[in-house]
């Protein structure tokens, strides 16, 4: 190899080294290498563990262990240093030979921490690589590990280590927990299968082929990773597919998604915006009948959740008149019928699609890449899409109510309670009740029970003494709910009669009149060039959620009750302003604090009156495990089902 070629290349690095170095520094950016001593500062804590030799990502080098010589280098390793310089004929010799029949031959030592790696020997090797965009450069590693703590990023970087035991891959670094599971399951892995060598390649070059087209689409996408956007992607096209489509292909498929993949966190709204336009030309341009789609997994006559739904459809109906046309579409069961209903739906005309199962969001997102101009809307919660928007009332408000009701007509201080799944949510209801019967019998104490374990925890509850039970909430208004007591709050008598208290009630049709009037008066706004995730959370003061009190409660009970009822609607009662202590003793709020929407949607601990746990996904019984892995407040540590890849 001609050493002439080698100092051609050097000074071509050379002149991209001084622009970078000026882009870098007018930008207000390090133009040099990051300094691990710097970043650690004090590692005492931290310990060391010898990874041995493996191949690491180019990319991912990204400073020295020390100081020294950092000025020789840019940010992303290039020379900085004159043609004449020591240093310049070391890096041409080592270009002369990467370039030989050769190459080059002995590994770089890094330390890596939390998946970036800091040379401490083969800086010079490592600028030479990266000039020729080698993929991979071979490093003799040693691993800093940062202690354990809450923080999502160290949850997530000590799951890397177990994933990284049985693939050897550094490639992919998630910053959320959760998401390393996620990818065993699209690309079809256990989490401890080992991965063979073909499989680590060919995951290399599928990977390397996305990222291409992620940062030709745009290189500057704000705080989202190629690995971020390869999972969303995996949601809606089998692993598979990376290897057999064509660039433009991906890249297409990719842009479909994007507004998905730049939306971010999830934005949870809580009231309901439906005025939007003024003008004449919008209001002619008003839709004159909009065709309404509503798609349920099972019938009304099979589930009382579905006739909650179809219950809010025919409101609509009776408020609108022959401004909508809807329509029901039944037994979305499997991933096939979602997806065949869904193109259906389309197919006949609508213009918005409700699917009212939480099962159903990827089978929604699939169907509304496809049909970006038709409004697609997910009965769950905390769902990062931006082309699907997802819908839940806070129970926890009527919960409240009846909690205090419950303190009020409890005997012995005991109160049952028996929630449904562990989901986002559920745990604010819980907690609510429990203040709520905390305000009128500071002695209370809570009974949790759950529906979704083995048991009859009625019957258990009942037969253990417990006369005062809170049940789930009424899927309708219909008043046979309250007095049947298999919803509500309710009180056994010394016969053993159950006697209605009240009863938290969805109101779903108030929640479907929100959203159509909103797209029929142009409120439906979507910002193409910041897209956002929106997830409706409505409460009383919207009459999604409401609350329906029995005639045989006693009058000042009753006359209680109102009083939270007219506050809670007006908005001015917040359960939870005040001070609360959880079941460990620790103060979760002193009284100063106000818990956002996304906090209390995402609540993992018990009051200090509440008797019971939050049960673990293996406890749980078959036919619960798919709603609790799809909007559990665990969901990030539950084993990810195998894909078919």
């Known amino acids: 190899m001609s050493l002439q070629i080698a100092k051609d290349e050097y000074l071509q690095a050379l002149r991209r080294g001084h622009k970078e170095y000026k882009e870098l520094t007018a930008a207000g950016r390090p133009p040099h290498p990051a300094v691990l001593d710097e970043i650690l500062e004090d590692n005492s804590a931290n310990t060391v563990q010898d990874i041995g030799l493996v191949e690491i990502p180019a990319t991912r080098v990204v400073g020295t262990k020390s100081a020294g010589r950092i000025t020789a280098f840019t940010a992303n390793f290039r020379p900085l240093l004159g043609p004449g310089t020591e240093f310049a004929v070391k890096w041409v010799h080592l270009c002369a030979a990467h370039l030989s029949d050769v190459g080059i031959q002995s590994p770089i030592e890094c330390y890596e921490y939390l998946g970036d790696f800091y040379v401490v020997e083969g800086n010079k090797r490592v600028s030479v690589m990266r000039h020729f965009d080698a993929a991979r450069i071979p490093a003799n590693v040693q691993r800093i590990v940062p202690p354990m703590s809450d923080e999502p990023r160290i949850r997530a970087y000590y799951e890397f280590m177990e994933f990284f035991k049985y693939s050897r891959l550094y490639l992919v670094q998630f910053r959320r927990p959760g998401d390393y599971a996620q990818l065993l399951a699209a690309v079809g892995k256990e989490p401890t299968q080992m991965w063979e060598e073909d499989e680590r390649r060919t995951f290399n070059a599928y990977f390397q082929y996305f990222r291409e087209a992620f940062y030709a689409l745009n290189a500057k996408v704000k705080d989202v990773l190629p690995e971020e956007a390869l999972l969303l992607w995996l949601k809606v096209h089998?692993?598979?597919?990376?290897?057999?489509?064509?660039?433009?292909?991906?890249?297409?498929?990719?842009?479909?998604?994007?507004?998905?993949?730049?939306?971010?966190?999830?934005?949870?709204?809580?009231?309901?915006?439906?005025?939007?336009?003024?003008?004449?030309?919008?209001?002619?341009?008003?839709?004159?009948?909009?065709?309404?789609?509503?798609v349920h997994q099972l019938s009304s006559a099979e589930s009382a959740w579905v006739l909650g739904h179809e219950d809010g459809r025919r409101y609509v109906e009776e408020i609108f008149g022959d401004k909508i046309a809807t329509r029901s579409y039944f037994h979305a069961n499997t991933p096939e019928a979602m997806e065949q209903l869904l193109e259906q739906a389309v197919a006949d005309g609508a213009q918005v699609v409700f699917t009212t199962a939480p099962k159903m969001s990827r089978a929604t997102l699939r169907t509304a890449l496809k049909y970006p101009r038709v409004h697609f809307l997910n009965c769950s919660v905390d769902q990062p899409y931006s082309s699907v928007r997802t819908y839940y009332g806070r129970m926890y408000e009527a919960k409240f109510i009846t909690g205090a009701i419950a303190g009020a007509m409890a005997q012995k201080n005991r109160i049952g309670y028996i929630a449904a799944y562990p989901i986002f949510g559920e745990i604010a209801s819980i907690n609510a009740f429990a203040l709520g019967a905390q305000l009128t019998n500071p002695r209370a104490q809570v009974e949790l029970?759950?529906?979704?374990?083995?048991?009859?925890?009625?019957a258990d509850l009942l037969a253990d003494g417990v006369r005062v039970i809170s049940n789930r909430a009424a899927p309708t208004l219909d008043r046979m709910y309250l007095d049947f007591c298999s919803y509500g709050t309710y009180l056994a008598d010394d016969l053993g009669n159950l006697i209605p208290l009240g009863m938290p009630v969805w109101g779903w049709g108030k929640f479907y009149e929100f959203v159509i009037r909103s797209v029929r008066e142009g409120a439906w706004k979507e910002d193409k060039s910041n897209p956002k995730a929106v997830n409706y959370w409505l409460g009383m003061d919207s009459q999604v959620i409401s609350l329906r009190l029995s005639e045989r409660l006693p009058a000042g009970v009753a006359a209680m009750a109102g009083i939270l009822h007219r506050e809670m609607t007006a908005g001015t009662l917040d359960p939870f302003a005040r001070r609360i202590l959880s079941q460990d003793g620790t103060v979760k709020n002193d009284g100063s604090k106000v818990f956002t929407p996304a906090e209390l949607l995402k609540l993992d601990w018990l009051c200090e009156n509440v008797v019971g746990t939050i049960p673990a996904f293996d406890e749980l019984l078959p036919m619960a495990q798919p709603m609790v892995r799809e909007l559990g407040i665990y969901r990030d540590q539950i084993p990810a089902i195998k894909e078919n890849v």
């Open 449 to 458: 029970r759950w529906s979704c374990l083995p048991g009859t925890p009625q």
């Open 238 to 294: 089998p692993y598979r597919d990376l290897g057999r489509m064509t660039g433009p292909e991906l890249k297409k498929s990719l842009q479909a998604l994007w507004p998905d993949v730049v939306a971010g966190e999830a934005q949870v709204q809580t009231k309901p915006v439906t005025q939007g336009r003024t003008n004449l030309l919008d209001r002619i341009a008003a839709p004159g009948k909009l065709n309404v789609a509503f």
